[in-house]
């Protein structure tokens, strides 16, 4: 059996010796996703502690995940995709099983169909859009139509995260707070999950965040329904019990049994910087467990945080 150690001297010897090209590309391709443009000269390869990265400088904030449950597939490729954008902290996943080069080596295209591997990537603009809602050139939509809406037969998983707006309802943004004090950043959305069937569904949610204006000490927990009235995104998290911190970017994994359920997620982080006039200062990802039953709509998968009017 090859182990992990052996297979990453394999990819260091194939991939490093595609540097040149690498860095020759103006967009990068994870799986059948849509195009995400690269910064020029900035796509490039490193080999630390045994692990090999592929590090892209890209036109917009990704985000990137392994939805599996801890030790489940302890065999996966250690070679790491490591996103960037402008100063944004983003969660980085391993699992690169192939690496190509196409049209005179200016697209990046990693693990592309049929390969098979757990790395999911999700891409956005600049200003926190969804490059698509298409995958693979169809329109797979999920829980805003209501279950079940995947062509893919009986049993599959889905999950999309949501915004909230201020009356509480379903929204394209999260529900952003800034503490009276003015140190604390806070966010919250919605996760939906689950599965036509009743099958068990392996989800992974991620976030990622400006580091000029968000620190990375960050605490979370979640709700399982709004309260009513006012939301106060301080109180929800003050006394939870399910309140995790961490520094970085979150990570929040689910096995999750049956039908559809729902979770509100809350995010704080220490104000650090001016929010200026960003357009977005923070985002979030859901990733469901890859394989032939999963939601391939990709235009729910990513929610971002847009500061309050009061604070630009």
């Known amino acids: 059996m090859l182990t992990n150690k052996f297979l990453t001297v394999i990819a260091v010897a194939g991939l490093v010796a595609a540097c040149q090209y690498a860095e020759a590309a103006t967009s990068v391709v994870v799986g059948d996703a849509p195009p995400m443009p690269a910064e020029s000269a900035g ?15 890209l036109g917009g904030p990704v985000f990137c995940g392994n939805p599996l449950l801890s030790g489940e597939n302890p065999s996966y490729s250690q ?48 200003a926190g859009w969804p ?42 943004r999260m529900l952003t707070q800034i503490d009276p ?3 604390v950043y806070m966010y919250m959305f919605r996760l939906r999950a689950g599965a036509v069937g009743g099958s068990d569904v392996r989800v992974l949610v991620r976030d990622g965040y400006d580091a000029s204006v ?24 003050a006394n939870n019990p399910s309140t995790i911190s961490e520094v970085g970017p979150l990570k929040r994994q689910y096995l999750i049994n049956g039908f559809s359920t729902d979770r509100y997620i809350i995010v704080h982080r220490f104000l650090t910087g001016s929010t200026g006039r960003r357009p977005v200062v923070a985002g979030a990802a859901v990733f469901v467990r ?11 998968n990513v929610v971002f945080s847009v500061p309050p009017l009061s604070a630009q």
């Open 131 to 172: 490059l698509t809602p298409f995958r693979g050139g169809l329109f797979y939509h999920g829980f805003e139509d209501g279950l079940p809406a995947n062509p893919y037969a009986a049993d599959v998983g889905m999950a999309s995260v949501t915004g909230i707006d201020e009356s509480l309802a379903d929204g394209p």
């Open 214 to 237: 968000l620190g990375d000490a960050v605490w979370h927990c979640e709700v399982t329904t709004l309260p009513s009235g006012t939301i106060d995104l301080r109180a929800l998290c």
């Open 290 to 300: 890859p394989g032939p039953a999963m939601d391939r709509y990709i235009g729910d």
């Open 43 to 57: 796509v490039g390869y490193t080999y630390e502690g045994g692990v090999l990265t592929l590090n892209a400088p």
């Open 181 to 183: 004090n003015g140190n």
């Open 79 to 126: 070679v790491r995709f490591a996103p960037s954008h402008g100063n944004w902290i983003l969660p980085t996943a391993l699992d690169i099983a192939t690496v190509s080069y196409g049209n005179s080596g200016e697209i990046l295209s990693i693990n592309a169909p049929p390969a098979s591997t757990s790395l999911l990537c999700y891409g956005a603009s600049s």
